[in-house]
Nanobody, 113 residues
Framework: VQLQASGGGLVQEGGSLRLSCVAS????????MAWYREAPGKSRDLVAR???????AYADEVQGRFTISRDNAKNTIYLQMNSLKPEDAGIYYC????????WGHGTQVTVSS
């Protein structure tokens, strides 16, 4: 299983970024997918997840600002991040799985104030 995340970068506070994650080596449509964030000195925490059914859930601090979506035809999930805050910064990891997760390499998000 390979998960390739991209789309990170440097953005000013209040700006937007769109992360993408392309998955291979698994039956994408049946897998739950998620985005996690790891900030310096902190644990890797769930940001958003999307089930195979399309059902979504978000961490409280990103609710209303971030949107997770999936395109099963492209084996890809997205994370649209709006109204970014400095505390949103970190390495964002894509995860896939049904029980335990497979992990991809992360993409760095930096938010300047």
């Amino acid at each position: 299983v390979q998960l390739q995340a991209s789309g990170g970068g440097l953005v000013q506070e209040g700006g937007s970024l769109r992360l993408s994650c392309v998955a291979s080596g698994l039956i994408f449509s049946v897998n739950h997918m998620a985005w996690y964030r790891e900030a310096p000195g902190k644990s890797r925490d769930l940001v958003a997840r999307i089930r195979s059914s399309g059902d979504t859930a978000y961490a409280d601090e990103v609710q209303g600002r971030f949107t997770i979506s999936r395109d099963n035809a492209k084996n890809t999930i997205y994370l649209q991040m709006n109204s970014l805050k400095p505390e949103d910064a970190g390495i964002y990891y894509c995860a896939a799985g049904l029980g335990s997760y497979y992990w991809g390499h992360g993409t760095q998000v930096t938010v300047s104030s």
